[in-house]
Structures are given as C-alpha cells and as structure tokens.
C-alpha cells in the first residue's frame, strides 16, 4: 500500500511516499480503506522532533497521523459493532502511534464511530482530533456549564473553530480572538463577541471571566489567567508555557489544566457524529491537498494562517 513515510525526524522534505505492507489487524480491530486524513499541529511538531516524538523513535517505517476517515475493508472476531462496508471515521491510536498517513490502518473498534452520512470524508477527518479536543476540554478536563461565559483563543483555528460551536450548543456565552480578516468568520461560528488580537488587549476589554480554552501558549496563557474570574476554569492546549505563566497558574485559584491531551475515544467521537449528522457543528475546510501534496500540506500548517482544518485526499 502507498503510505507518506518520514525518513527523519526534522524536514518538511524528510516526508516522501513510499510502499509498505498492509497493517495486520488482531481481534478487536477493524482495517479501515482510507478516503482522508486530516494533519493537525502535533503531526507538524512531531516531524520536527517535538510533542510525540518519543512513541516514534522505536518505529520502522515511521508512518504519522490520526485522523482518518474511510470505510471497513475486514475485522477482526470480536468485533461486532461494525460491519464491512460501514463508512467511519476516528482519531486512532492517540496519544501512540496512528499510522494514519497511509492507505490502509488497522483501528481499535471503540476509537472510531460511523460516518454521518450527510458529511463527506474530508469533513469527518477534519473533525476527529480537533473536534474530540474541544469536547473533552468542556465535559472532561473542564465542566462548562450553561450560561458560562466561555473565552476561546485563536477561535479561526483546527480546534478553536470546533470549541466556539459546541460552546454554543452547551449554551455558552462564547467569546472568541482573532485576526482581522477571520472577524466575520467567527461570528458565523456562534459567538456572541469577537476581539481582534490586532487591534484589541484582550486584557484590557474583558474580566471575570468563567471558563477559557488557551490554545497560542507562552506568555498568552498568564495574560489570560489575568482576566479569569477566582475558582473559573482554564484549559491550555499547548506545551510550551512559560515559567512565569506557571508560577503565576499556581499562585492563582483556578480549576482546570496545564496541559490537555486529547484521547482516542469512540463513545466521546459518537457524540461528535451525532452533533455533525444534526449539522449543529461544521467542518472548515481549508484545503483539501492531494496524496502527493502532503509536503505542501505541512507548510501550510506550519504557516500558523490555517483558517479551520488542512485535509489530505486518497
């Protein structure tokens, strides 16, 4: 089978595309046919040699990616909630190793669900990662309630875009950052506010507030923890946090976490589906590339001005 195999931890070059066998599938897995992957920040920081790197070092080929989305060619004895010819979609394997840059990947049954059949499968890859994000970032690593007033930073990105529309379905009143250029595309999300980084110290507008999702990190997530209402709920995204942020996190009352990591989770993704199928959540494409483009594809994310989710076609 065709698989986008990386050579080397580091270089967008590094990624070529190569033969490899099928992947073997054991008793509870299903072998899903791939029609779309989707590529998010961690695929990017992990070819660099960051964020997942370590489960990677031992494998050979090293193949990356979680998201997919495509129909069941075979399954393994034990599994009967799915059949052959079902369409699915899921973050595999996550945090581990996904092998989602391929053909054919071998799925944990109860880390997929069926595709909606109202979305395509670059929608349904757009959402598995970025989408299960922002779920468990409001009923696990946090609880939002209803009528909270909810801050989303970076509200145009993979995760954010999600986050802003089921923060509206829990009933949020739903703030959101960003550039500009994505202001109107924002409000067309649900929220109820907009504040343009560019122009707006988020700072300096708003205060106590309930519940923020963090996604830029650095000195972003002190700034934030400024404008946090004392026992509120702060949830950062990203890795890189500065010592200052984190000692100005511990001095301070908040609930929440430094640092979330998304899991694989087929009931967690059901309920993802089942929001999609009622179209009370969209996907945002921002451009589907080609099997062959997936360099291209990786500097587009490495760009940091992806408006929604980048998505790989086979």
Not at 221 to 241: A, D, E, Q, V, W
Not at 263 to 273: E, F, V, Y
């Amino acid at each position: 089978m065709k698989a986008i195999v990386l050579k080397g931890f580091g270089e967008i070059t590094n990624l070529a595309q190569e033969e490899i066998s099928v992947p073997q599938i054991n008793y509870q897995d299903v072998l899903v046919k791939v029609k779309a992957f989707s590529i998010n920040p961690v695929d990017v920081k992990t070819r660099q040699g960051g964020a997942e790197v370590d489960k990677f070092i031992k494998q050979n080929p090293i193949v990356l990616g979680w998201d997919v989305s495509g129909e069941i060619v075979a399954k393994g004895q034990f599994v009967n909630q799915f059949e052959v010819g079902d369409e699915v979609f899921g973050m595999i394997n996550f945090p581990g190793v996904g092998n989602a840059y391929a053909e054919y990947v071998a799925a944990p049954f109860d880390q997929i669900a069926l595709k909606p059949n109202n979305i395509t499968h670059y929608e349904a890859a757009a959402s598995s990662m970025a989408a299960l994000t922002a779920w468990q970032a409001f009923n696990e690593y946090g609880l939002l309630r209803g009528k909270e007033t909810v801050l989303i930073h970076g509200a145009s990105g993979g995760v954010s875009h999600y986050a802003v529309q089921i923060a509206k379905y829990m009933d949020a009143y739903v703030i959101g950052t960003t550039s500009t250029e994505n202001k109107d595309f924002v409000y067309k999300l649900g929220a109820n506010d907009v504040i343009d980084y560019k122009t707006q110290d988020f700072e300096k507008v708003l205060e106590d507030i309930e519940f923020i999702l963090e996604t830029q990190g650095g000195d972003n997530f002190g700034k934030s923890l400024n404008i946090l209402r004392s026992g509120g709920t702060i949830i950062n995204l990203p890795s890189n946090l500065t010592e200052k942020s984190k000692k100005v996190a511990f001095e301070k009352d908040f609930k929440g976490s430094l640092f979330m990591a998304v899991k694989s989770n087929g009931s967690d993704l059901g309920k993802i589906a089942k929001l999609l199928e009622s179209e009370i959540i969209k996907s945002h494409i921002y451009k589907v590339f080609s099997f062959n483009e997936i360099q291209e594809a990786h500097r587009q994310m490495e760009s940091g001005h992806t408006v929604g989710k980048v998505v790989i076609s086979l």
